[in-house]
């Protein structure tokens, strides 16, 4: 069964930046797109990117814009989240996705997460 493990996650200042990462460890499934999604506290899970493995192409939620990048290391199954100017509202558990879908920003697009990595934004 597929595996997703995410790191990079911690603690930073308002304004600061971070490196997200996961790395797929079962290749064979073949999955389409791999995408994060974060949950802050007391509120739903929302979608934040995505890319898919066969072009690179990216997909970005509004508040990705302008300040997050996807990309992909397909010879390494990883995927990264490059996040700028992070705002105490970034504050969240972040999760990676996999799945196959011909959507890419919903929950149900996806078949197997991440255990989620906390990212924290101090003001």
């Known amino acids: 069964q597929a595996q997703l493990v995410e790191s990079g996650g911690g603690l930073v200042q308002a304004g600061g930046s971070l490196r997200l990462a996961c790395t797929a460890s079962e290749t064979r499934l073949g999955p389409y797109t791999l995408a994060w999604f974060r949950q802050p506290p007391g509120k739903k899970r929302e979608f934040v990117a995505a890319?898919?493995?066969?072009?690179?192409?990216?997909y970005y939620g509004h508040s990705a814009k302008g300040r997050f990048t996807i990309s992909g290391d397909s010879a390494k199954n990883t995927v990264y989240l490059r996040m700028y100017s992070l705002e105490p509202e970034d504050t969240a558990v972040y999760y990676c996705?996999?799945?196959?879908?011909?959507?890419?920003?919903?929950?149900?697009?996806?078949?197997?997460w991440g255990q989620g990595t906390q990212v924290t934004v101090s003001s």
């Open positions: 890319i898919r493995l066969i072009d690179n192409s990216p």
């Open positions: 996705a996999a799945g196959n879908s011909d959507t890419v920003v919903r929950t149900s697009d996806y078949t197997y």
